[in-house]
């Protein structure tokens, strides 16, 4: 079974990897750690655990047009993909890092633009209050600009300047013991800023609607409920932004807007993640850009998408071990990490006594080795129980 395992393992990071290197559009999302695609946990990963994701979200439409740059007027269809790698590393207990580098953006030109804009930041896992079932957090990110062209149609406002947002966390796990593992419902609220003064949207120096001359921000909001299971996780969204200070008149994606969502997460070994997924929008489909879509001859086309597909997948990388390692293996492995701990618990009186604070994480540690073994006994029958058809086939043969 480890060989077998091991060999997936080789064989799918040889897959994503060739993925990654043909340039697989893939959409940047604002999350790559736990929780759903647009809602962030307030759960940090693990010291020394690193992941991998690759995010598409895609969209198009045809439709009938006479916009000058796409040449001849008449249908044509249109297709709006972004593409991004994510890695997300653990560097302590209450730490997670993160970097998520655009590999792909379209543009509405004929080969669109490689390597984008970079995203780096870091969450911070706040102390559970007022029980261990509510956690909070908070997540920094910084934005530096690499693409060649930025203010792109059927894209939310960018510009060629640096970016930074901050983010309260928010989670709620209906089993604080594995949070991870049972339904949670999440909460975001953040303020982002551009550092965009000076910037000339459009190239047109003369063009008062295309210059900068305040900070764009807004403030984005995200709420979301997760349902996860043996082998799928079920999850639903709601994410939206409001603009504090708009960018000038000639920029794209200067509305408010808010979107909802479902996906579907298959997990088929338990270092590997792939997810399906869908959106709307759910605010109207307003344009406050001058000129408007209308007036450049894309009035058949929405302001923001009117949906996306997503498709994505995420795999454990680090500790190397986790991909060679069985689900039954794991939980052996973290029985002997704890014996000390059980130790105390049949303590004969020898030792010193216990503070308040060692008994209670003695306590949690019992708990979950108790809920351990009640799903390693699952795993076990499982496996007896699909012995037992295999010899039925068997001898029915």
């Known amino acids: 079974m ?14 994503v990897l060739v993925v990654f290197v043909n340039g697989v559009q ?27 994701n690759a995010y598409t979200r895609f969209w198009g439409r045809t439709a009938p047009q006479s916009y000058a740059p796409f040449g001849t007027p008449g249908d044509r269809a249109v297709w709006d993909l972004h593409t991004a790698f994510m890695l997300n590393l653990g560097v302590g207990a209450q730490i997670e890092l993160e970097l998520s580098p655009v590999l792909y953006q379209s543009d509405q030109s004929e080969k669109g633009q490689s390597l984008h804009d ?15 079932a509510v956690q909070w957090g908070a997540r920094f990110t910084f934005t530096i600009p690499q693409g060649k062209r930025h203010n792109l149609l059927f894209e939310e406002y960018s510009a060629s300047a640096y970016a930074f947002s901050c983010a309260g966390l ?29 910037e000339v949207l459009t190239g047109d120096y003369f063009d008062p609607n295309s210059q900068v001359i305040r900070r ?67 605010s109207e489909d307003s344009d406050e850009t001058v000129p408007s ?13 009117d949906w996306r597909l997503q498709l994505g997948v995420q795999m454990n990388v680090l500790p190397l071990h986790l991909l060679r390692t069985t689900t039954r293996e794991l939980f052996i492995r973290r029985a002997d990490e704890r014996r000390e701990l059980f130790e105390q618990i049949i303590d004969d009186g020898s030792r010193s006594p216990a ?5 209670e994480r003695i306590r949690a540690e019992r708990t979950r080795a108790e809920k351990e073994l009640e799903r390693l006994q699952k795993i076990l029958d499982r496996r007896k129980e699909a012995e037992k058809r295999a010899q039925q086939d068997t001898n029915n043969e």
């Open 2 to 15: 480890r060989f077998k395992e091991s060999r997936v393992a080789s064989w799918t990071i040889l897959i």
């Open 26 to 52: 893939a959409a940047s999302v604002a999350n790559g750690g736990f929780g759903l695609p647009h809602v962030r946990a307030a759960w940090v990963l693990d010291k020394g655990h690193l992941t991998a």
């Open 118 to 132: 970079i995203q780096a930041g870091a969450t911070v896992a706040l102390p559970s209050w007022p029980t261990p």
């Open 170 to 198: 928010l989670s709620y796990a209906f089993d604080p013991v594995f949070p991870q593992e049972a339904p949670s419902l999440h909460f975001n609220a953040g303020y982002h800023l551009y550092n965009d003064i000076g």
């Open 216 to 282: 764009s921000q807004w403030l984005g909001y995200s709420l979301g409920l997760l349902l996860p299971g043996e082998r799928f996780d079920w999850g639903a969204e709601c994410y939206g932004m409001h603009w504090l200070q708009q960018p000038p008149k000639a920029a794209e994606g200067r509305e408010d807007h808010l979107y909802g969502g479902l996906f579907l997460t298959y997990k088929p070994l338990h270092w590997l993640r792939f997810r399906l997924g869908g959106e709307i929008r759910l």
């Open 293 to 305: 879509l209308a007036d450049r001859g894309l009035g058949e086309f929405p302001n923001y998408n």
């Open 355 to 359: 503070t308040a604070s060692e008994l």
